[in-house]
């Protein structure tokens, strides 16, 4: 019966995951292809809204890569990817403003925001520890060093939660945003919408993989345990 429930939590796991992922990666294939009616670019559009937000000290920096934007809190800039930065697209007004969004959430010390940069260090940590205590655990059959990996593994899973809402909420913000300031036109909009859903649901699979992960181990050593 474990078994059963394994394999069907596994099942919507990866139906999850493969769907976030395609929704992802059609949008951002044809947003990154349509100009938008204003040729704003997505570097001058994250400009505009830091600037108009007081945080004029983050810089916009250029990072190689596709999909990898992202707000560096501790650095203080916002980096986004060849295809965000420089092109006048209706995909990077709409992952610009996402990652604005974040910087906008640190302004205002977002709660959830905060919650996860408190628990980077102590994942950081647990992504090395955890399945070195599980790995030793067996090889020493010390069932007490095992469940302490799977904890570890839960914190992993608890990280990933907590992103959700951060993500969600930069795209909700994001969206504010293009509207205010008329980045994109009445007909552009949709476009807008489905790249903010794309960019927040960038997490869905991590979360998806984690929780697999974990149910995984929990079975398996449960059932040792027993």
């Known amino acids: 019966m474990d078994l059963l429930i394994f394999y069907g939590l596994a099942g919507i796991s990866i139906l999850i995951t493969l769907g976030a992922q395609a929704f992802i990666s059609n949008n951002y294939k044809k947003y990154s292809k349509v100009q938008n009616e ?37 650095g203080r800039v916002i980096r986004l990817s060849e295809g965000i930065y420089g092109k006048a697209t209706i ?25 996860r940069s408190s628990l980077v260090p102590v994942v950081n940590l647990c992504s090395y520890a955890g ?21 570890a593994e839960m914190v992993i899973l608890l990280f990933q939660l907590v992103t959700l809402p951060v993500e969600f909420d930069a795209s909700k913000r994001g969206l504010k945003e293009v509207k205010a300031e008329k980045f994109l036109t ?22 998806a993989t984690a929780i697999i992960q974990v149910l995984r181990l929990v079975l398996i050593y449960g059932r040792r345990n027993d």
Not at 39 to 62: N, P, Y
């Open 186 to 207: 009445d007909s552009e909009l949709k476009g807008g919408k489905k790249m903010l859903i794309s960019a927040a649901l960038t997490y869905v699979a991590s979360v």
């Open 131 to 151: 399945y070195i205590s599980i790995i030793l655990g067996g090889i020493l059959s010390m069932m007490g060093l095992i469940w302490a990996g799977i904890i």
């Open 38 to 74: 204003k040729g704003i670019t997505g570097e001058e559009v994250a400009r505009k809204l830091l600037d108009k937000h007081g945080l004029t000290d983050i810089k916009v920096q250029q990072v190689s890569g596709e999909l990898t934007d992202h707000y560096d809190p501790k």
């Open 91 to 115: 995909a990077a007004v709409s992952v610009a403003c996402h990652e604005c969004g974040h910087a906008i959430q640190d302004k205002n010390k977002f709660v959830f925001l905060r919650i």
